[in-house]
């Protein structure tokens, strides 16, 4: 089992960043993936950037690519999705999923690929 917990969200004006922390319960890094999905109101839930194993392979989705960026504290347990450049478009709840396999990076987008989720954070952007 593991348990995610986010944090980070909040009301943001357009342009403006915000950073997304997500504590892991367990270390999940070695051989596992790990990625941050959001889910607007009315639409499906949407891999934004993923993380493979050691973190030598990374995934985003085209439309953050750029302005949100993945990091990790192993120490911490913790990865990290830093979002610059905001947009009101990204208004959503941001979700932090696990799993303990080791996905391509396809796969580490898609949200049928994962089995532990966090309970969400809430990112407002305001125009």
């Known amino acids: 089992q593991v348990q995610l917990v986010e944090s980070g969200g909040g009301p943001v004006q357009s342009g403006g960043s915000l950073r997304l922390s997500c504590a892991a319960s367990?270390?999940?890094?070695?051989?596992?993936?790990m990625a941050w999905f959001r889910q607007a109101p009315g639409k499906a839930r949407e891999g934004l950037a993923a993380i493979i194993g050691d973190g030598s392979t990374t995934s985003y989705r085209t439309s953050v690519k750029g302005r949100f960026t993945l990091s990790r504290d192993n120490a911490k347990n913790t990865l990290y999705l830093q979002m610059n450049t905001l947009k009101p478009e990204d208004t959503a709840m941001y979700y932090c999923?696990?799993?303990?396999?080791?996905?391509?990076?396809?796969?580490?987008?898609?949200?049928?690929?994962?089995?532990?989720w966090g309970q969400g954070t809430q990112v407002t952007v305001s125009s």
């Open positions: 999923a696990a799993t303990l396999w080791r996905l391509d990076a396809l796969q580490a987008l898609d949200v049928n690929s994962y089995t532990y």
């Open positions: 367990r270390y999940t890094y070695s051989g596992t993936s």
